[in-house]
């Protein structure tokens, strides 16, 4: 047979075990109650065609029947809400998992977030018919020609024959044709995988590329992409017809056999009509669970297709996480003993050792790709350093932990991010308990309280997905208050004022200096004002740590700071 499915996609089937069984189970009575009726049907023929009884004392018969009608279709319903309860639970365990994997990777994982939004959206998705629709007609195929089968040759055995002949076939017929569906599908799902990035990268740079006269081109690989998906679509779909119309080919070939045998025997007068009838009846319901299956088959191709890209993301590895608490303290004191860390083989710290003093502010400079983003990942713990180890009031940074740590502390990235929602939604992320006075007093201290208030609906006007509706300074200021709600006793800032105007910059940072609440302080900053407020500054080169000191101190002694600083002055006064 071609590829297998995933294992472990099946024990994800027993996320849903009572209800998948529960649907199998009704499916199967349902097929079985089907032969319940062409028995009580051929009998009912057969005795007011045969014996001239008239319908009144057939009645109870009737009735009989159309009870198995209703049995059946509130067994096919049952069946139905079993099987969509099944499918629900597990997609949304395989969501839920996916979900857990990418934070646990964190932001090692955001490289390829377009595909990961499609594998769990549409790939999570393509499992749907394999649990509700193939696995139940898996059983159905063996257990339903089996009874028909166990019924059929006692009545005739020719009939039987001819039957078990036939059966098979469509089986065999789609073995052959699974190696050339899968790879199909397998083409299938990277066309969708590069559609969906794509276009998720078109959206999101529609502006630049509407500016650089770019649009049209992107809409023109967009329409090709689209083509090629549409292409294989077309492939996989024109395989699946006509493996359709080659089972439908033998299943027909079979039922006439079977009635053109029977009506030679009926003609002789060597057959009786109740047994012809009721395998005639019954030789279309043997092929039905078999024509299910190649109906379906294609849903077997599409999740093994969809297993490999969501079982890549489930396997893919985790860094080794600490798991301790952190040490509780009132001040954080930071050590960077020998740290050198490298992206793929690229060095990009190389031996930094620094001290980052308890409640001390700490601004790190340096030109741009020295490395100073990637620092902060290494303190925040989203990166590990591959030599050397950082301490936090003696802990090691490398055994608590990742929760713990973020729960001590506060962070503004380069970009922000804001979620669709309020602004006070977006404030209160980190502290959702925080009341109205608490969420003005951050945004005061973020200089964001005044543009909040000019909002229509203040802290409850929405910000638009990623904050589209704010300008970037605002966003940034948002990003700010958010972190400072959080009163954490660590506050990492990576150039989280740069588009800010040098005046409003000046005046948070003044607002945070007055503070005193012991919190310790690591800015990274490209303008240089922000580094004269520091306690400390350490300038940083190709990785390395080439200078540290006060504004002063460092602006006393030849060195790149000094460079720097001259070089940003001269820039402002042009
Ligand atoms: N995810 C990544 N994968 C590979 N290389 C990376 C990655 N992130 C950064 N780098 C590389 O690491 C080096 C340091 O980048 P980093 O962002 O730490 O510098 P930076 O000093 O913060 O720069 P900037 O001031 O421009 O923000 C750069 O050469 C960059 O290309």
Redesign the pocket.
Known sequence: MSERIDPRLMREGRRARGALYGSIALGLISAWVVIGQSVLLAKLVTTISFHHINLQPLMPWVAGLAGLFLVRALLTYGAEVLASRACLAIKTGLRAAMLEKLFARGPAGE?ASAEAATTMLDGVETLDPYFARYLPQMYLCVAVPLAILALVFPLDWISGLVLLVAGPLIPLFMVFVGYRAEAINQRQWEKLLQLGTHFLDVLQGLTTLKLFGRARDEIAIIARISDDYRRTTMEGLRIAFLTSAVLEFFASLAIALVAVMFGARLIHGHFNFYPAFLVLLLAPEFFVPLRGLSVHYHARMSAIASAKQIFEILDAPVPQHGTSPLAPAEQFDLLCENLSFS??G?N?IENFSAHFPAGKTTVIV????????????LLLGFLHPTVGRILVNGQNLADVAPESWWRALAWVP?MPRLFHGSIGDNLALGQPQADYAALRGAAARAHAYNFIKSMPGKFGAQVGEGGANLSGGEIQRLALARAYLREAKLLIL??ATASLDATTEAAILDAMAMMKTGCTAII?A?RLAVAERADQILV?EE?RLVQSGTHEHLMSEPGPYRTMVTTQREAAYV
């Not at 340096?366 to 990942?377: D, E, Q, Y």
Request: proline content about 0%.
């Open positions: 490289a992206y793929a690229h990009v340096g030109t741009s790709g020295a490395g100073k983003t990637t620092l902060s990942r380069q990576d150039e990274i490209h940083m990785g």
